[in-house]
């Protein structure tokens, strides 16, 4: 079943766990909005400031988690929208490009918004999907002295630089296009040739969405044994943020798997803090 046409989940309703422990847990991690800001033990990160422009409103869970994790001391601001990814996702089930124009046009926008809104320091685009909209976006931001950063390019150019075969793993049928597109523009600007496999496991995303993350990262790690089974690979890269889920069942993969298995949650907030340690706060600290 495709999941355009897929029903919405019956596998979770309001009434089938306990609300308390469902807010407890999400409000622990995101809090409300407060004017403080962040505290952390790196004095460069320390009170700066993140916008996060997100493909849908929900996988901004992933982008407060892993920031915090990544980069203490760092205040994350999101904004995202789940009507850009519907309209990405129909235009890809319509055979369309993808992302669409309105998309990437709508991505500058918000990068702008955040920045008058509450003066962020710098902006992360954390969709796959919408890669192809990094240029748009940071000649918006320029004006302002706001560096962009597109959270897949440190991976990418990670896994560039091991010099071998590269498996590449989606488990959201639009995201592939624009995976292998800055895959293969990374190696032309670094100027190394690239040899990689692609594989899609829309099912995971369908496990992730039915709150099975367990068996969302089973699946991946079936995914790479398969591969592995038919030819040398001497790195994955996971192609969404959400699937940095992963590294949670599966925290050492070299053990496991013999390569390493890279995920934007880690490589691409690492990329980050790189990034927001160079710049001067645009507000007062």
């Known amino acids: 079943m495709s999941l355009l046409s897929r029903p919405l989940t019956d596998s979770f309703t309001p ?5 308390i422990f469902l807010f407890d847990e999400y409000m622990k991690l995101t809090g409300t909005p407060t004017l403080s800001e962040a505290t ?17 409103s929900w996988v901004s869970l992933w982008s407060t988690y892993f920031g915090q994790k990544g ?24 055979g369309e490009t993808v992302p669409p124009a309105l998309n990437i046009e709508l991505f500058g926008q918000y990068a702008r918004q955040l920045y008058d809104l509450y003066a962020v320091d710098a902006v992360l685009i954390s969709c796959s ?14 004006p302002y002295g706001v560096p962009v950063v597109q959270i897949d390019e ?9 010099n071998g075969r590269i498996l590449i793993i989606a488990t959201h049928g639009p ?21 990689f496999t692609g594989a899609t496991v829309e099912s995971a995303f369908e496990l992730l969405g039915e709150g099975k993350t367990q068996a969302h990262n089973e699946l991946i790690a079936h995914t ?7 030819q040398s690979i001497d790195v994955v890269v996971l192609a969404q943020l959400s699937m940095s889920v992963f590294s949670f069942s599966y925290p050492d993969p070299v053990a496991e798997f013999g390569v390493p298995v890279l995920n934007s949650g ?17 507000h007062p600290i």
Do not use: C, W, Y
């Open 15 to 19: 009434n089938t766990m306990n609300p």
């Open 40 to 56: 952390g033990p790196d004095p460069q990160l320390a009170g700066k400031r993140l916008g996060v422009v997100n493909g849908s």
């Open 71 to 94: 980069l203490p001391g760092v205040k994350i601001i999101n904004v995202g929208n789940e009507a850009v990814q519907l309209n990405f996702m129909q235009a890809h089930h319509r």
């Open 129 to 142: 999907t919408m890669n192809r909209a990094f240029r748009a976006v940071q000649a918006v931001m320029q």
């Open 154 to 162: 440190a991976m990418m150019e990670e896994a560039v630089s091991i």
């Open 175 to 195: 995201t592939v296009n624009s995976t292998e597109q800055l895959l293969q523009e990374t190696a032309d600007r670094l100027g190394k040739s690239v040899a």
């Open 224 to 230: 790479i044994r398969q591969v592995q089974a038919r």
């Open 266 to 282: 880690e490589t691409g907030f690492r990329r980050v803090g790189d990034v927001l340690r160079q710049v001067s706060p645009k």
